[in-house]
């Protein structure tokens, strides 16, 4: 870090690292609940706390059974393969439908756009505990509710914001002389789409489909009401684990789930990065 | 126009989700919700396994914590998804009340293995109209004789005493058996406490005990959690249904002790959904369940006791000890007043749940 | 492409429409083009989110229930004084219509609905029902009141004609802890029932509480984050980015791990001596519990807003202003600070926003003092059924997130809404 210039007096000095010092502890409390879980997931006993054995680093104290626990269990592996099911369809429709509506919604003729705008995004401001209640009345009476297919509508239905907003965030700084450029050189519209449109908002259509992804396979409260035995997904498992019984499986599965939006993390921000790139934004 | 608006609604959505929705349960499958845990477990165990083995019918399990909530919403919405329901007395007498438990006729059930017809076979009191009675189980309390040097609770007073007996307090979050103990533990004899209950002073009464440890309660819900709660430390002493209890002593080696003084015994009974489409199935499971083999089969599992008469001579000997109605544990003990309780949940759970808001 | 002519003072296109009209043509194919775009998300919005919501939000008025079951009755309550206990008459009616409805197995959804107005009316209701069905005829009145002596007060009879209203306000004024009294006068709930108000009261105070200590968590992180050069404050934001992309459900988890009795920090505090074994803290399944848990999950909402504000600030302002002579401080409120206040609006208000509807976290970790409004919900969704007041008090809490929503999207604006 920059040094501090030699002028500065011992009052402002103090008042820097005084700060630092500060904005390190915030940044403790930020990170110290994800890295806590980890070495706990691989203790050899079933306590949440730190053994003398796992403080002096004896492997004995470590080991994989919560991991192989997860892999054991019926329930845990049908809710991985669920979670992977309602996510994967649910973030296709989600960045088709999202995609299609942001393209819309940046054309500068689009009638009532700030309303349409409001309603688009709502799902991602309204009380999940709301939506929850509304959807298990609706989805119930049309005979969804406990099926695969209920659940991934909903999780469409709140992914769906998050692309709308990445991609016309992407779209905002877009150069519609481009589209007239190829136009004019004689490409069709769908050339022109395909070879103009897609390659300059896909960064933004794929970090809405991440976040799309997220959401899915983070939302615990539509699928509490929606869901059956057969559609319970990992964090409807991981709830009830933490109402019932808090097992170190549940360490395991977190572990498990830092390293898969750790690597959803670096996917996005590989994304960004080259996304500035290719609009000729230099890091800044 | 509103009402025309929600049926085109419904009717479009409705077409365009039938194609692709056609995927349900299967019909040879069936849906049997208990309470979770060792609980389940020995239902599995003695009920689901065999079962299955004999018919080749899939049995899908699936926990719940008590109460008509869901049954209510799944028949009031036209979407029953489960089939058979292990429930408490006072929720058969209401479900059967509010037309959503299916009305069960006792001759379809196999006599007893002595030959005894079934209607004579079953304690009295453990058949109704839309309820097959299966087990007796209790509300009692625990301690970690562990965390306690000197004298130990003995008596249901002790669980409301925090200054003889220090330590958070679990109690499971509904009124049931909590109000009952308070007033147990403020000098009501077991016999009155549901008459006191009748009045507006004594479930005044009831709740102004309560107050007393009112901020020294975690409340559980479901009856796993108590022993877990005992086991991780976060109370000293807690409610748990005594089965569970059992099993955390005697299978999973935890130094709790139990005490009886002031059991709440209930009965936990099958009762079948209104509108269910495996009616048959279930009907068929409901007679093999509770025949007087896999009655006292339960028994090897959990220290629950089964209704039969003709079950009692199979129970094995060393069980016996841990069964709420073995008379040693059975003195002071307190049946749960199922009529009452179905008169008046509404009223004690609303009058609870603002109780704890506050 | 229009080819615009010059003829006779109106300029029109080759096939000989004036120019106005073909571009108003075109204008209108591109709208609706851009229209034809949203269009199918914005029906599926609409259908499988507004629509069940506000569907939903019905059931808070609706009122079918007594009105359905018990009509002649009502009929017969129409002209009744409220002064007296009905005549026979109306008893003998009342008899006839609960019968029918006991042996249909309805009664007990009357007495339910009944209940939620008068409480302690639901025995009365079902003991009643289960007399009548033994016996063939009257005079019901002395049945009745034998039954249950609240049949002879007159409150009973009023609050019946009062839940036979087809449409009813009686759930928002449960929700707000108010009720009619047999008059139909609107009065406050008996003491011992009045917990929404404090709870809407308690959930507001919360998130205030929670927005403020984000945004004093957030101020400084932002800025070192914002002053820093790239290559470590990417670092930084990393930091910041992780949590905010995992699971909620784990860092619930990790806080539970965290704070419990028997969990690492008072473990720790215990080695350290600053407390003993048997003094450890209670530091979960209560308000602060809640507080803590949410605060971290939402920091990361304050945090994004506020950073991306302060990158556009220049360093040469504060560099003017100290040259200028302004104490660090003073250079800090009147010229840093000024600058802030659109990102402290949006981050506070969005932190806000999803904390007033937050449900998990106070579910799993804020035991009996930490819930919230949406707790109450779920309680009346899913365990009392009372999915009129569960409606009246999503309804309360939608109308609120609405208006907060409304002034974000004009101080903010929603098209600014970023992640990452």
Same mark, same amino acid.
């Given at each position: ?92 429709l989600a960045t088709f439908l999202g995609t299609l509506a942001a393209l819309g919604l940046s054309r500068a003729n689009m009638p009532y756009r700030t309303l349409i705008m409001g309603i688009l995004i709502s799902p991602m ?31 469409t239905a709140?992914g769906t914001p998050f692309v709308v907003i990445t991609v016309t965030a992407t779209l905002v700084?877009f ?18 789409f395909?070879?103009?449109i897609?390659?300059?908002i896909?960064?933004g259509v794929?970090?809405g489909?991440?976040?799309a ?72 | ?358 | ?26 204008e209108r194919r591109n709208r609706l083009r851009s229209f034809g775009l949203v269009f199918p998300l914005l029906a599926f919005i609409m259908i499988s989110f507004v629509f ?180 470590? $404050?990417? &670092?930084?934001? *990393? +930091? ?5 992309? =995992?699971?909620? @459900? !784990? ?96 981050? $506070?208000? &969005?932190?806000? *926003? +999803? ?5 998990? =976290?106070?579910? @799993? !970790? ?43 999207n004009?101080?903010?604006?929603i098209d ?5």
């Amino acid at each position: 870090m920059a040094a501090l210039p030699p002028y500065t007096t011992p009052l402002e000095r103090a008042w820097h690292y005084g700060f630092r010092f500060i904005c390190a502890c915030i940044f403790i409390f930020l990170i110290l609940p994800i890295l806590v879980i980890l070495p706990l997931s691989f203790n050899a006993e079933p306590y949440f706390t730190f053994t003398p054995g796992m403080l002096s680093l004896d492997p004995e104290a470590f080991s994989m059974r919560w991991y192989r626990d997860i892999f054991e269990n019926e329930q845990w592996i049908g809710s991985i393969k669920n979670s992977f099911i309602v996510g994967f369809f649910a973030t296709v429709l989600a960045t088709f439908l999202g995609t299609l509506a942001a393209l819309g919604l940046s054309r500068a003729n689009m009638p009532y756009r700030t309303l349409i705008m409001g309603i688009l995004i709502s799902p991602m401001i309204v009380p999940l505990i709301i939506t929850a209640a509304g959807m298990y009345f609706f989805y119930t009476n049309l005979g969804l509710a406990q099926t695969h297919l209920g659940l991934i509508l909903a999780h469409t239905a709140l992914g769906t914001p998050f692309v709308v907003i990445t991609v016309t965030a992407t779209l905002v700084g877009f150069d519609h002389s481009l589209t007239r450029a190829s136009a004019s050189l004689g490409a069709s519209p769908p050339r022109t789409f395909f070879k103009i449109i897609v390659p300059l908002i896909a960064p933004g259509v794929i970090s809405g489909a991440l976040f799309a992804l997220i959401t899915s396979f983070d939302e615990v409260v539509v699928v509490l009401f929606l869901a059956g035995f057969e559609q319970r997904t990992i964090p409807r498992q991981m709830w009830a684990g933490i109402r019932e019984q808090i097992s170190p499986t549940i360490l395991a599965v977190a572990t498990l789930l830092i390293v898969f939006s750790i690597v959803l993390m670096t996917a996005l921000e590989l994304l960004r990065r080259r996304n500035e790139r290719m609009r000729g934004i230099r890091p800044s | 126009m509103r009402r025309f608006l929600k049926s085109s609604v419904y009717a479009t959505v409705g077409l365009a989700a039938l194609g692709l929705a056609g995927v349900s349960q299967a019909a040879d499958s069936l849906t049997v919700v208990s309470w979770g845990g060792a609980y389940t477990n020995s239902q599995i165990n003695a009920y689901h396994k065999p079962y299955e083995a004999k018919t080749g019918v899939k049995i899908n399990s699936e926990d719940y914590n008590g109460g008509l909530a869901q049954i209510r919403a799944q028949v009031e919405a036209n979407n029953v998804t489960w089939d058979l329901v292990d429930l408490e007395l006072s929720d058969v007498i209401r479900g059967c009340d509010e037309g959503l438990l299916e009305p069960i006729d006792h001759g379809i059930l196999p006599a007893g293995d002595d030959g005894t017809a079934a209607t004579d076979d079953f304690l009295e009191g453990t058949l109704y109209e839309c309820g097959i009675g299966q087990i007796i189980w209790s509300t009692v309390f625990a301690y970690d004789a562990s965390k306690f040097t000197g004298d130990k609770p003995s008596a249901i007073g002790d669980l409301f005493d925090t200054a003889k007996f220090p330590g958070k307090r679990g109690l499971r979050k509904t009124p049931r058996v909590n109000i009952e103990w308070a007033l147990m533990v403020d000098g009501v004899a077991g016999e009155d406490v549901y008459e006191t209950l009748s009045s507006d002073e004594g479930v005044d009464r009831a709740f102004s005990v309560l107050d007393r440890i009112k901020d020294d309660v975690l409340w559980w819900e479901a009856g796993a959690q108590p022993p877990q709660m005992l086991a991780d430390g976060e109370v000293s002493m807690t409610s748990a249904y005594n089965g569970r209890l059992f099993n955390a002593i005697f299978k999973e080696g935890k130094p709790f002790e139990i005490v009886w003084d002031g059991q709440v015994w209930d009965l936990d009974l099958w009762g079948i959904v209104k509108g269910t489409p495996n009616l048959e199935q279930a009907l068929d499971f409901v007679k093999f369940s509770t025949d007087t083999q896999r009655l006292a089969d339960q028994t090897k599992w959990i220290s629950y006791g089964p209704v039969r008469q003709s079950s009692l001579p199979l129970v094995a000997e060393e069980m016996q000890p841990h069964m709420p109605n073995y008379p040693e544990n059975f003195k002071t003990a307190l049946q749960n007043d199922f009529e009452w309780w179905a008169d008046h949940q509404d009223e004690m759970n609303e009058r609870f749940a603002a109780w704890l808001a506050q | 492409m229009a080819q615009a002519t010059l003829d006779m003072g109106v300029i029109t296109t080759v096939d000989g429409t004036p120019l106005k009209t073909k571009l108003r043509q075109a204008e209108r194919r591109n709208r609706l083009r851009s229209f034809g775009l949203v269009f199918p998300l914005l029906a599926f919005i609409m259908i499988s989110f507004v629509f069940p919501i506000g569907d939903m939000i019905f059931r808070s008025v609706d009122n079918p229930v007594v009105a359905q079951h018990l009509p002649r009755t009502l009929a017969a309550l129409e002209n009744w004084d409220g002064q007296e206990i009905p005549d026979e008459e109306v008893f003998s009616v009342l008899a006839q219509e609960m019968r029918v409805a006991a042996e249909a197995r309805e009664i007990g959804k009357v007495a339910t609905r009944l209940n939620y107005d008068l409480p302690g009316s639901r025995s009365t209701i079902t003991k009643t029902a289960r007399k009548i069905r033994k016996i063939e005829e009257g005079p019901y009145k002395e049945v009745f009141i034998e039954a249950d002596k609240d049949w002879g007060e007159t409150e009973t009879w009023s609050k019946l004609k009062q839940v036979g209203e087809r449409y009813t306000i009686s759930y928002y004024l449960a929700a707000v802890d108010l009720q009619r009294d047999a008059t139909g006068n609107i009065i406050s709930q008996p003491e011992n029932r009045q917990i929404y108000v404090p709870l809407f009261l308690r959930t507001l105070w919360v998130s205030l509480l929670i927005t403020v200590i984000c945004l004093l968590l957030a101020y400084p992180i932002a800025y070192l984050m914002a002053t820093l050069p790239v290559r470590y $404050s990417n &670092l930084l934001i *990393i +930091l910041v980015l992780l949590p905010f992309w =995992t699971s909620l @459900l !784990v860092r619930t988890t990790s806080w539970i791990v965290l704070l419990q009795t028997e969990g690492v920090l008072n473990d720790i505090l215990v080695w350290i001596g600053v407390i003993s074994d048997e003094g450890r803290i209670q530091m979960i399944y209560n308000m602060t519990g809640t507080i803590v848990a949410m605060v971290h999950i939402l920091l990361p909402f304050m945090v994004l807003p506020l950073f991306s504000v302060m990158k556009t600030i220049s360093p040469s302002y504060m560099r003017a202003a100290k040259s200028l002579g302004a104490t660090p401080s003073r250079a800090f409120w009147t010229v840093y600070f000024p600058n802030t206040v659109p990102g402290i609006g949006a981050g $506070s208000l &969005l932190v806000f *926003i +999803l904390a007033i509807g937050y449900y998990i =976290t106070p579910a @799993l !970790v804020g035991g009996r003092t930490g819930q919230l409004i949406s707790n109450f919900i779920a309680f009346h969704m899913q365990s009392s059924l009372n999915w009129g007041l569960a409606a009246a008090l999503g309804g309360l809490l939608l109308a609120g997130v609405l208006a907060l929503y409304w002034l974000y999207n004009r101080v903010v604006g929603i098209d600014s809404m970023k992640f990452g």
